[in-house]
């Protein structure tokens, strides 16, 4: 099919100097402001599921919420297959990007409202805003630092970005708690939306600066179809989630493979889109375009374990905070955190509360629906009688969401430390090339998911409150995993793929986000299943200790393809 001649933006090119590009302090503050509102609406939407109809959240159960979260989790990052393939055909980068933040707000703005009509149409909104947004913001970075002149400091450059989207993720949980201790929940949700349009206004008003990054290349001769394109992976896609949510129907298997019919649904529709990017690497006619996708291809299947357990953080790190964790404070620290609203107020005082047994599990009806009773907050069932307050008082608690912080936090702390360290070691020839960066963060990511381990042994949490020092841990470890692994997909992405393919490659990486989502969200749907919660988190340890091991076996091979493609490790 015979396509168009790509209209190019006018570019006015950056002046040449030894910093970075003005573009990058753009998109810097753009995505900042853009995670602001996704870690915001992340980090409390669990909470919002599970929290009592009669306190404004849905009252869901562990389940249904984790089931819900993951969705969405997945569908998030499935987006940007079709954003990518989009802006890289049609809309341009800059267009996708403003577009996908348009919707995004309204989705987060849908979310304030109360009902379910509202919630799911915010959610579909921001699914599909972020499709547009994600990968193309991306994109259009990778593209600026293509100049010649910018190449070597391409890496740097996306550990600058990645900071703007760790300082945006930090602040947020704070303005959540703040918002729905004092508020309710619609508000904290309300904010998520001013957020992105702040990123929008910043975004807007800087087209020029960017231009650069939004060029496309000319369709080659050979190249495939956006409607083939659609139709060999989308429409396959579709028909496969409708098996896989119809195949538990009495007249086929009876029962669901993966524990609902939405897990069942979302891994299926990944296989033809899977066989998709396997397709565009065994299509691939030119050789050097062909290793560059085998590399990027091998990197994406081993990484999803790494973001299966960085997941964790909205489905089985939230519920441990909220239900396990001693979230107490010094009277000091308590009068210190009380004016930023960061304080959950609990009460043994009888209310309405969502009637749980002793493993924490919610009790249902006959349709179902969990079953609210008068009584104590649930936080007391596993605290000690001693530590209860005195008949008629209340406890103040650091709100669960402000836990999904110190991951942020860390990376801030830890990012110029990790640069310097591998600088340091650039400097005396010792500094380890990318893949083994990456499997040196898998390694870390086990390691984190180990201390849980040792964390639910340690401490019997039906009966009493494991300590916060073991979240701050395993988020600390994980952290400078995440320094090494993440920003470096972003940049093996625009090193490795095709010119004409690279958002939807972008997209690619989000797929591998997307798998990741729905199977640590899926792994929470069965987290009372677990009654030895040292099971759930061994099965992390175990399967990243595997992916570590096949990272630093490939790590030689990816090397030397990133060095053919860029003359450099």
């Given at each position: 099919?015979?396509?168009?001649?790509?209209?190019?933006?006018?570019?006015?090119?950056?002046?040449?100097?030894?910093?970075?590009?003005?573009?990058?302090?753009?998109?810097?503050f753009?995505?900042?402001?853009?995670?602001?509102?996704?870690?915001?609406?992340?980090?409390?939407?669990?909470?919002?599921?599970?929290?009592?109809?009669?306190?404004?959240?849905?009252?869901?159960?562990?389940?249904?919420?984790?089931?819900?979260?993951?969705?969405?989790?997945?569908?998030?990052?499935?987006?940007?297959?079709?954003?990518?393939?989009?802006?890289?055909?049609?809309?341009?980068?800059?267009?996708?990007?403003?577009?996908?933040?348009?919707?995004?707000?309204?989705?987060?703005?849908?979310?304030?409202?109360?009902?379910?009509?509202?919630?799911?149409?915010?959610l579909?909104?921001?699914?599909?805003?972020?499709?547009?947004?994600?990968?193309?913001?991306?994109?259009?970075?990778?593209?600026?630092?293509?100049?010649?002149?910018?190449?070597?400091?391409?890496?740097?450059?996306?550990?600058?970005f990645?900071?703007?989207?760790?300082?945006?993720?930090?602040?947020?949980?704070?303005?959540?708690?703040?918002?729905?201790?004092?508020?309710?929940?619609?508000?904290?949700?309300?904010?998520?939306?001013?957020?992105?349009?702040?990123?929008?206004?910043?975004?807007?008003?800087?087209?020029?600066?960017?231009?650069?990054?939004?060029?496309?290349?000319?369709?080659?001769?050979?190249?495939?179809?956006?409607?083939k394109?659609?139709?060999?992976?989308?429409?396959?896609?579709i028909?496969?989630?409708?098996?896989?949510?119809?195949i538990?129907?009495?007249?086929?298997?009876?029962?669901?493979?993966?524990?609902?019919?939405?897990?069942?649904?979302?891994?299926?529709?990944?296989?033809?889109?899977?066989?998709?990017?396997?397709?565009?690497?065994?299509?691939?006619?030119?050789?050097?375009?062909?290793?560059?996708?085998?590399?990027?291809?091998?990197?994406?299947?081993?990484?999803?374990?790494?973001?299966?357990?960085?997941?964790?953080?909205?489905?089985?790190?939230?519920?441990?905070?909220?239900?396990?964790?001693?979230?107490?404070?010094?009277?000091?620290?308590?009068?210190?955190?009380?004016?930023?609203?960061?304080?959950?107020?609990?009460?043994t005082?009888p209310?309405?509360?969502?009637?749980?047994?002793?493993?924490?599990?919610?009790?249902?009806?006959?349709?179902?629906?969990?079953?609210?009773?008068?009584?104590?907050?649930?936080?007391?069932?596993?605290?000690?009688?001693?530590?209860?307050?005195?008949?008629?008082?209340?406890?103040?608690?650091?709100?669960?969401?402000?836990?999904?912080?110190?991951?942020?936090?860390?990376?801030v702390?830890?990012?110029?430390?990790?640069?310097?360290?591998?600088?340091?070691?650039?400097?005396?020839?010792?500094?380890?090339?990318?893949?083994?960066?990456?499997?040196?963060?898998?390694f870390?990511?086990?390691?984190?998911?180990?201390?849980?381990?040792?964390?639910?042994?340690?401490?019997?949490?039906?009966?009493?409150?494991?300590?916060?020092?073991?979240?701050?841990?395993?988020?600390?470890?994980?952290t400078?995993?995440?320094?090494?692994?993440?920003?470096?997909?972003?940049?093996?992405?625009?090193?490795?793929?095709?010119?004409?393919?690279?958002?939807?490659?972008?997209?690619?990486?989000?797929?591998?986000?997307?798998?990741?989502?729905?199977?640590?969200?899926?792994?929470?749907?069965?987290?009372?299943?677990?009654?030895?919660?040292?099971?759930?988190?061994?099965?992390?340890?175990?399967?990243?200790?595997?992916?570590?091991?096949?990272?630093?076996?490939?790590?030689?091979?990816?090397?030397?393809?990133?060095?053919?493609?860029?003359?450099?490790?």
């Amino acid at each position: 099919m015979t396509q168009t001649a790509v209209e190019q933006p006018v570019i006015t090119p950056a002046p040449r100097g030894k910093g970075h590009h003005k573009g990058l302090y753009v998109l810097f503050f753009t995505e900042m402001w853009e995670r602001f509102g996704y870690y915001l609406m992340i980090g409390i939407f669990f909470l919002y599921l599970v929290d009592p109809s009669s306190n404004g959240g849905k009252g869901f159960d562990t389940t249904k919420a984790a089931d819900l979260v993951g969705s969405y989790i997945a569908l998030v990052y499935l987006s940007p297959f079709i954003g990518g393939l989009l802006a890289d055909r049609y809309l341009g980068y800059r267009r996708a990007v403003i577009l996908g933040g348009f919707l995004l707000a309204a989705g987060y703005f849908s979310l304030a409202f109360p009902g379910d009509l509202a919630m799911y149409a915010g959610l579909g909104l921001i699914i599909i805003g972020n499709g547009f947004f994600k990968p193309n913001i991306g994109t259009i970075l990778g593209n600026i630092y293509n100049r010649e002149d910018l190449k070597a400091k391409k890496d740097v450059a996306y550990n600058i970005f990645y900071m703007g989207v760790n300082i945006g993720a930090f602040i947020c949980n704070f303005v959540a708690a703040y918002l729905r201790n004092h508020y309710g929940w619609g508000h904290a949700f309300a904010a998520a939306g001013i957020g992105m349009l702040v990123g929008l206004a910043i975004f807007a008003s800087n087209l020029k600066t960017i231009a650069e990054g939004d060029v496309r290349k000319p369709a080659s001769p050979d190249e495939m179809s956006t409607a083939k394109i659609l139709g060999s992976a989308l429409l396959p896609a579709i028909l496969a989630a409708a098996i896989g949510y119809f195949i538990s129907s009495p007249s086929l298997l009876g029962h669901t493979l993966f524990g609902t019919q939405s897990n069942d649904a979302f891994l299926f529709a990944c296989v033809p889109i899977i066989i998709f990017y396997i397709r565009l690497f065994t299509t691939s006619k030119q050789k050097e375009d062909k290793r560059g996708l085998g590399a990027l291809l091998a990197f994406f299947a081993v990484a999803i374990i790494f973001w299966v357990i960085y997941n964790q953080n909205s489905t089985g790190l939230t519920i441990w905070a909220d239900q396990y964790t001693d979230r107490q404070m010094s009277p000091a620290m308590e009068n210190a955190a009380q004016p930023f609203g960061m304080l959950q107020t609990v009460t043994t005082e009888p209310h309405k509360v969502t009637q749980i047994d002793e493993h924490f599990r919610a009790i249902k009806d006959a349709n179902g629906n969990t079953i609210e009773v008068q009584g104590a907050d649930p936080y007391f069932q596993n605290l000690p009688k001693e530590k209860w307050p005195k008949e008629g008082n209340k406890l103040r608690l650091i709100s669960t969401e402000i836990f999904q912080s110190i991951n942020p936090f860390f990376i801030v702390a830890f990012s110029l430390l990790v640069i310097g360290i591998f600088g340091w070691l650039a400097k005396r020839g010792k500094e380890p090339n990318t893949p083994v960066k990456v499997a040196i963060g898998i390694f870390l990511a086990a390691g984190s998911s180990l201390l849980m381990v040792i964390a639910a042994s340690m401490t019997n949490v039906y009966i009493d409150k494991s300590s916060m020092a073991w979240l701050f841990g395993t988020y600390a470890v994980f952290t400078v995993g995440e320094i090494l692994v993440s920003p470096i997909g972003l940049s093996m992405v625009s090193k490795l793929s095709p010119p004409r393919v690279t958002a939807l490659m972008m997209g690619g990486w989000y797929l591998v986000n997307a798998i990741a989502g729905k199977v640590a969200g899926l792994m929470a749907t069965f987290w009372d299943n677990f009654t030895n919660k040292t099971s759930y988190f061994l099965i992390l340890v175990i399967s990243a200790g595997i992916a570590g091991v096949v990272m630093l076996i490939l790590s030689k091979w990816i090397a030397r393809v990133v060095k053919e493609k860029t003359g450099s490790y």
